[in-house]
């Protein structure tokens, strides 16, 4: 589908990884609905879609997913939906169950009856590769077992089902892309990388949940928005696809990586791992070749300098700029 010209809307919109998939479709043409309740689970998103609010082709809804008339009203004449609004974080969703649930499975069941009844043309669902769990074999291919260790991958692993279901019963073109392990510029502060990163410049140490050896296939954020434009851009239909970068790093690599980058010579402060957290991710992307044309494009030490670069220059830009 060629999406120039198109009216989208991106659930989440105001988020990490959907800000920047707001900046690429607009870069790409598209008429862009960002659709965000600005929830509370981290401050700062605003500042996310500052730079695109006067733009001709960009709306920003102030929504809830869970309020299923203003979602509805919001997709009236879109054509692809990119569903992104999420209780994200493994960790909050072990404390919230409920929350993650309500978010993340009725929210998703929301967004799929309101795409079904504006008859939009296709909808892209930012799954997870924590539907995984514990691997038994890698790297993980789509058809590994789904055995989630923790209540925000099965909340992931329901509306995957959801979306599935909406493609088989009601002819919806669905997509869903199982993100691994996100970073890079405006992350997620309970990400490793980005938490990693505001400890150290501040003097502190790391702090580590377990021995640090448990591995994250670490996957750039450029990369993640290209192979979710893909998902809608390319024919496919009913297909669940890994998005990763296909090399996996241990945790306490990653803090001394940042560590380097900072020019910091730190220890990290090693504390008690937690029940749900789960020893290995490892992307298998040949599907994502094959079916969307996508082959990732940034490595880990590119991925992370561009990381650093971002986040010195917002520590320096004076605060009224
Ligand atoms: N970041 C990662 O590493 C990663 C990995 C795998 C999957 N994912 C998935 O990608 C998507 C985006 O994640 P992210 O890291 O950008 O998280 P994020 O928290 O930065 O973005 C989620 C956005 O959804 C919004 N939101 C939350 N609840 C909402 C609701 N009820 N109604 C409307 N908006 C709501 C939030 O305000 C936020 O702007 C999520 O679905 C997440 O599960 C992320």
């Not at 923790?150 to 919806?172: D, F, M, S, V």
């Not at 296939?217 to 434009?229: E, H, L």
């Not at 590119?302 to 670069?309: H, I, T």
């Amino acid at each position: 589908m060629d999406l120039t010209g198109r009216k989208v809307l991106v659930t989440g919109g105001a988020g990490f990884i959907g800000s920047a998939l707001v900046e690429f479709l607009l870069s790409k043409g598209c008429e862009v609905t960002a659709y965000d309740s600005f929830d509370d689970f981290y401050p700062g998103k605003e500042e996310n879609l500052g730079p695109y609010l006067n733009d001709k082709d960009f709306r920003l809804v102030r929504g809830n997913i869970l309020d299923f008339d203003s979602l509805n009203d919001a997709m009236g004449g879109v054509s692809v939906v990119f569903h992104e609004a999420a209780q994200a974080g493994v960790r909050y969703g072990i404390d919230h169950p409920r929350d993650a649930h309500e978010t993340n499975v009725t929210g998703t069941l929301n967004v799929l009856e309101a795409a079904r009844k504006n008859e939009v043309e296709k909808v892209v669902y930012a799954s997870s590769s924590s539907v995984y769990g514990n691997p038994v074999s890698l790297p993980m291919v789509e058809d590994h077992p789904p055995s989630p260790t923790n209540p925000y991958g099965a909340t992931k692993l329901a509306a995957e089902k959801y979306c599935i279901a909406y493609q088989r019963t009601y002819g919806l073109k669905t997509v869903c892309l199982r993100y691994f392990s996100v970073y890079g510029p405006r992350g997620r502060p309970d990400q490793v990388i980005t938490a990693f990163t505001n400890i150290i410049a501040r003097g502190g140490r790391p702090r580590i949940f377990g021995d640090g050896k448990q591995s994250r296939d670490f996957t750039y954020i450029s990369d993640v928005v290209s192979a979710t434009y893909l998902g809608a851009a390319v024919d496919v239909d009913g297909e669940i696809i890994n998005v990763g970068y296909g090399k996996d790093l241990s945790i306490e690599f990653v803090a001394r990586k940042v560590a380097e980058g900072l020019g910091k010579d730190v220890q990290p402060d090693f504390v008690k791992g937690y029940e749900g957290d789960f020893p290995q991710t490892l992307c298998s992307n040949s599907k994502a070749l094959h079916q969307l044309g996508w082959r990732p494009k940034v490595p880990f030490e590119e991925g992370l300098s561009k990381y650093l670069e971002w986040y010195r220059a917002k520590m320096v830009r004076p605060l009224s700029s």
